[in-house]
Each structure stands twice: as C-alpha cells, then as structure tokens.
C-alpha cells in the first residue's frame, strides 16, 4: 500500500499559515514531558526512538513513498519529509484506535479478529515510521532544529499513542492477544526488549 504525495502539498506546507506557539510549549505540551535547553533534537529523536526495532531512514521511504512519486519526494527539504513521515503515523495511530474501539469485548473472538488484526497492523506502522525518523536525525539527515519543527508541524501528541495503548491493554485483558507492549520511550514501560521486528511485516 504504497503512500501518494497529496498534490494539495505537504504538512508542512498546509501548516504555514498557522499561528507558531511560545518557544518549547508546543513541543513540551506535545511530548508531554520536560525538555532540556540542551541537546533537544537528541532529546527528542530518543523520544521518538522505538530501541525494540532497527528502522533505517530508506526503510520508511522504501515502503511509503510509490515509485511514481519519488521525483516530488526528492523535491521536498528533509523537514518537509519528516514533517510527512509523522503526519502519516499519526493517520496510522488514529486508524488503529478506531479499529481497537470497534473490538465488540463482549463478543466473540471471531467477530473481533478483523478489526485487532488490523488496529495491530496500524499500530506496528505507526511505531516504525517514528522510528525511522528518530533514525534520519541518528544519520545527520536532521538537525535539531530540522527534528523539533517536523515534529511540531506533524502535531504529535502523546496522549493518542495513551489512548492507543489503553484500548490495545483492555482488548488484550478479554482476548489475550498476541502483542508486543509499546517499546518507545514516549511511555514508561518496564518490560525488556523482544526480538528485532522485520520491516518486511509493516504493510
């Protein structure tokens, strides 16, 4: 399911017209943690980072962007391509929790295994597209300053991927599912890490 550039522009771009928030608040309120003066693109690309998987940069690009698009992708400033990477995991995370909220808990299994089947596949993506954008600021594609405004024009917020995993965990308590818990570092989480994930399982 390869991903078309939208002709109406990119994220970034749609976003311009919008009023920027104080220095940090946006980014702050967001990630929905406190970040240090110093270092804030590392801050923030460990935050982004999911350790559990080995996302590279090509991998996101190989398998979002069609090969008939790759000329406008080209054309785009590496901000403008993070900006879209994480405006489509969002798209994902909000896919996910709708399919998670349709799961009948109190009905059968079989009536629930499209819509986990599904929520899981969106959720996986989602996950491994941040990932590789963590791993685009890892290989210098993006500075600090290039990391903090593709986060800010992609609107991340935390709170989704808490609701994400809050319908995943009260599924899980009816159908014990067959998951892995959230590897990233935007939530704490005690478990240790699982074998590395192959990409060739995201679509």
């Known amino acids: 399911m390869p991903y078309e550039l939208d002709s109406a522009g990119t994220t970034a771009e749609q976003g311009e017209d919008k009023s920027e928030s104080d220095d940090g608040g946006g980014l702050e309120s967001s990630l929905g943690m406190t970040i240090p003066d110093d270092h804030v693109g590392a801050f923030v690309a460990e935050a982004l980072e999911d350790p559990e ?36 995991a969002a798209e994902f995370d909000q896919r996910a929790i709708e399919h998670f909220e349709a799961v009948p808990l109190d009905g059968d299994r079989s009536e629930a295994e499209t819509d986990i089947d599904e929520g899981l596949r969106c959720r996986r993506n989602a996950d491994t597209f941040r990932d590789g954008v963590a791993a685009a600021y890892g290989d210098g594609r993006l500075d600090d300053e290039g990391l903090v405004d593709a986060l800010e024009a992609a609107e991340f917020d935390t709170e989704v991927i808490a609701e994400r995993e809050d319908l995943i965990e009260r599924i899980d308590s009816v159908f014990e599912i067959d998951y892995r818990p959230y590897g990233g570092t935007l939530m704490d989480d005690d478990d240790g890490p699982e074998p590395d994930t192959e990409h060739g399982e995201t679509w």
Do not use: F, I
């Open 53 to 88: 998987r080995a996302t590279t940069w090509d991998d996101v690009v190989d398998t979002m962007v069609a090969p008939a698009a790759r000329d406008a992708w080209a054309e785009l400033s590496p901000v403008e391509q993070a900006t879209e990477v994480l405006s489509k």
